[in-house]
């Protein structure tokens, strides 16, 4: 409500007192006048009341206009109103900004354009809550221009032992992931502003936990998502450190509150999105990023599911060479198959299943098969051989688990192709690619790695293993027959996301393994 009218408005004999005193004090003024006085006095308190209902008058248009607008202000916003309010922050910003430049070393010149910026901002949080309204940040070049750079400015002198600037923080960051979830493009210039450095010192900062913690661990997962600017920008600012620094303290101690817990899982999806960057893979192996998730395998907290998961992305494809050869070097082989020889029982990690956990570790062997060379790759096959070829006996279990869960899911899903084709419905690329993808979910993926496993070993020149491959085969009545079908149409599907150069010369790797099985 505008009241500046309101409260520059000056009656011509003003009292602020209310109108029970006013009465009181003609009275007393009655009794103190004489009575040559008083008949004056009478005159003049009739046109003092006379004015006084003027002034009434008058206040009650000013204040029934002010209602007026303040409805109209209480009405939602529009387009032109979103544009006025971005104006006005421009002109603030580039206002504050002349005034710091000018005088950098006197806090008080700047002070009242910083108190005008932080209204405005506080003003722009209802855009936050607008969806619909966001194109007109990005048309009126709101989000590329100043926003991210000042709210990261914002954020560097809020001080969060001071409630109120702690909350500051907290609906910054709110604005940030807003912003990103509407336009994720935007999240590489927010990182290049200063936000990446931000995060990274606030959640290394000495600090007990709480909730704006938590935030910057998810806001910076949603940084890195699909964003490989972001994760070498992540790398070159020493992130990689910092994220296995935060995460070492749950090596040997479970997180204390769900809260907690969740931002732990924040910061595993953050690093495992990394690692998909090559040159990460170097810094993780640098940071002892194998030696703390090993030990974090054998510790049996609830982070053991989740460091399974980053050696996963750390050792996958050719880029994961060093990490394979490094994990062997310090005895990750005797972490790693006693998981492979028994799925816990009880998954500590909330939200991890049985499946996730035989997938992860099949998905290692396959990497480390594929990647090492030399002793360490004998030291591997020696481990299918010892104590009677238990693991083979595994591997075959778990092939015969995932084959019987494939052949349920591909008859429900050729009974639904059934009912299209009678329906006239046609079945295109995209409902295949969908069916596909289905028959993976269902374990068709672990099923791929397992007989990718078979393969492999199968090709080690060690007869020892062959022979008991084939042996369990036959005493079960399958065939080689479908375990070539199985690869055959992995590599069929593998390396989509890859060059074409690498889909090949993998596609002709498998296909050797084949002839040869």
């Not at 580039?94 to 002070?111: A, C, G, S, T, V």
């Not at 910057?216 to 992540?234: G, H, M, P």
């Not at 496993?453 to 005493?475: G, K, S, T």
């Amino acid at each position: 409500m505008d009241v500046g009218e309101l409260l520059s408005y000056q009656p011509n004999r003003g009292t602020k007192r209310p109108r029970d005193e006013e009465e009181e004090e003609i009275k007393a003024r009655r009794k103190q006048a004489s009575a040559r006085e008083h008949g004056r006095h009478r005159e003049e308190e009739s046109v003092a009341l006379e004015e006084t209902d003027d002034e009434k008058k008058k206040l009650l248009q000013i204040i029934e206009r002010d209602g007026e607008e303040e409805e109209e202000e209480e009405e939602p916003l529009d387009e032109s109103s979103v544009k006025k309010m971005i104006l006005t922050f421009e002109k603030r910003s580039y206002k504050n900004q002349e005034l710091r430049i000018k005088f950098p070393d006197n806090p008080e010149k700047f002070m009242e354009s910083e108190l005008d910026l932080n209204d405005i901002i506080q003003e722009m949080h209802v855009i936050a809550t607008m969806p619909d309204l966001y194109h007109l940040l990005v048309e009126l070049n709101a989000v590329e221009g100043q926003v991210v750079a000042l709210l990261v400015q914002n954020l560097e002198r809020l001080d969060e032992s001071v409630k109120e600037e702690a909350d500051g923080v907290h609906n910054t960051l709110a604005i940030v992931e807003n912003m990103a979830e509407f336009r994720p493009e935007m999240c590489t210039e927010a990182a290049q502003q200063g936000l990446m450095q931000w995060l990274l010192k606030r959640l290394k900062a000495k600090m007990p936990f709480d909730a704006n913690k938590l935030y910057c661990s998810e806001v910076l997962a949603i940084l890195l998502q699909n964003n490989d600017d972001n994760r070498e920008l992540l790398g070159e600012l020493d992130g990689i450190d910092v994220l296995l620094q935060q995460l070492s303290v749950f090596k040997r101690h479970n997180p204390s509150t769900a809260e907690e817990q969740e931002m732990m899982e924040n910061l595993f999806d953050s690093l495992c999105s990394c690692l998909m960057l090559s040159s990460n893979r170097d810094r993780f192996l640098k940071g002892e990023g194998l030696q703390l998730m090993n030990l974090m395998l054998r510790e049996k907290k609830i982070s053991r599911s989740s460091a399974l998961k980053v050696l996963d992305h750390a050792m996958i494809g050719p880029e994961g060479t060093d990490n394979c050869h490094k994990f062997v070097d310090i005895l990750g082989l005797r972490t790693i198959f006693p998981l492979f020889m028994k799925s816990p029982k009880k998954i500590k990690k909330v939200g991890t299943t049985e499946k996730e956990h035989e997938e992860h570790v099949c998905s290692i062997l396959a990497s480390l098969l594929r990647n090492l060379r030399g002793q360490q790759r004998t030291r591997l096959l020696n481990k299918f051989t010892e104590n009677d070829s238990e693991k083979v006996d595994r591997l075959m279990e778990l092939y015969f688990k995932y084959l019987d869960a494939m052949q349920a899911a591909d008859k429900k899903i050729d009974g639904e192709k059934h009912d299209m084709v009678r329906r006239g419905e046609i079945i295109d690329d995209d409902m295949e690619d969908e069916f596909y993808l289905r028959r993976l979910d269902a374990g068709l993926f672990v099923l791929q790695l397992i007989c990718y496993i078979m393969a492999e070993i199968c090709n080690a020149n060690v007869p020892q293993i062959r022979q008991r491959v084939h042996q369990i085969l036959n005493m079960r009545g399958s065939s080689i027959k479908i375990v070539r079908h199985i690869l055959k149409e992995y590599a069929e599907n593998i390396g989509d996301g890859k060059n074409q150069e690498f889909r090949e010369s993998e596609q002709k790797r498998i296909m050797d393994l084949l002839e040869n099985f």
